[in-house]
């Protein structure tokens, strides 16, 4: 939990408890998904409920506890704990793939999705396949799985951009902060990194960490082609996701965000939120009351959770 002041519409200051983050731009960029209070399995909603009580009871200075990204529903469960307002700041949806559930059909992953998206992905694999076998690659020591993330970097630079809140490998914290998890955590079977090869050259590569049999899928580099029918992020997935399947894991989750990729190959689950969990605090309330006002002129600004 860290405390900082922060400055809004350059007046108003409010003092902010955080859950797992800092307040700083550059150590934030990491941004947990599915954040929450750390809990032994089993025990999640005693302990959400008893540091909720003591942070609203024991704890008189704060006007402001910001969390996210949250499953809404937890965040709702939050709101109605602690009695709080709960501003919503920021909103994501998640698609991701029920591989039970996929077992359970016996259906090829394939054919679950729309017939464009299997004849862009069918193709691609067809046309991959003339330079050679395409296949699924893993590293063989923590080291290899670091160079593998490290070999990312360029691809993810090229695609989202080296400016702040773009590509985390712009930020050195980000970098350092990845390397020293997949190096601690590569040989526990916390993290995978999976690379597409097609014949002797590396098309795609995919960053995912590994939880309780479910795979969330954290970022990717993908060589681009300027022959778009060349798909290697589709592709790639949609062997992942085969992959994963035979091995037995639950879910393969493409956590926050409504890119084009995520809503072909996956279905919606889950609202991603980060919401601040307000004091009854004059100033917090005549911010309410501004930013009400501005939503009837701006109906797609950020709202009260609902």
């Not at 080291?143 to 985390?168: M, T």
């Amino acid at each position: 939990m860290v405390q900082t002041e922060e400055r809004r519409h350059g007046v108003l200051r409010s003092n902010c408890l955080r859950l797992h983050q800092t307040g700083h731009r550059q150590q934030d960029q990491i941004w947990i998904e599915y954040n929450g209070f750390l809990a032994e399995q089993g025990m999640e909603a005693s302990v959400a409920a008893a540091c909720l009580q003591h942070l609203c009871n024991d704890m008189p200075q704060w006007d402001e506890f910001i969390v996210g990204a949250i499953d809404a529903e937890e965040a709702r469960h939050y709101a109605e704990l602690t009695g709080l307002f709960a501003h919503l700041r920021w909103e994501a949806p998640c698609y991701g793939v029920d591989l039970d559930a996929l077992r359970r059909s016996g259906q090829h992953y394939l054919d679950t999705l729309t017939r464009n998206t299997r004849y862009q992905i069918n193709r691609s694999h067809r046309l991959y396949e003339a330079w050679g076998a395409v296949e699924l690659v893993r590293p063989d020591s923590a080291e290899e799985a670091v160079a593998i993330f490290d070999s990312i970097g360029p691809l993810h630079l090229n695609r989202w951009g080296a400016g702040p809140d773009q590509s985390g490998y712009a930020n050195p914290d980000f970098v350092r902060f990845h390397r020293s998890l997949i190096q601690d955590q590569w040989a526990s079977g916390g993290v995978d990194l999976v690379s597409v090869k097609a014949g002797d050259d590396m098309i795609a590569s995919f960053y995912n960490l590994l939880y309780d049999q479910k795979v969330y899928f954290y970022l990717g580099g993908m060589k681009t082609e300027p022959d778009n029918r060349y798909k290697p992020g589709l592709l790639g997935h949609s062997l992942c996701i085969e992959d994963y399947r035979h091995h037995g894991f639950h879910y393969y989750d493409f956590m926050g965000g409504d890119e084009r990729y995520k809503t072909q190959l996956g279905a919606l689950h889950k609202q991603l939120v980060q919401v601040s969990l307000q004091r009854d605090r004059f100033k917090l309330k005549l911010e309410d009351v501004m930013r009400k006002a501005r939503n009837r002129l701006l109906p797609e600004a950020g709202g009260r959770l609902k």
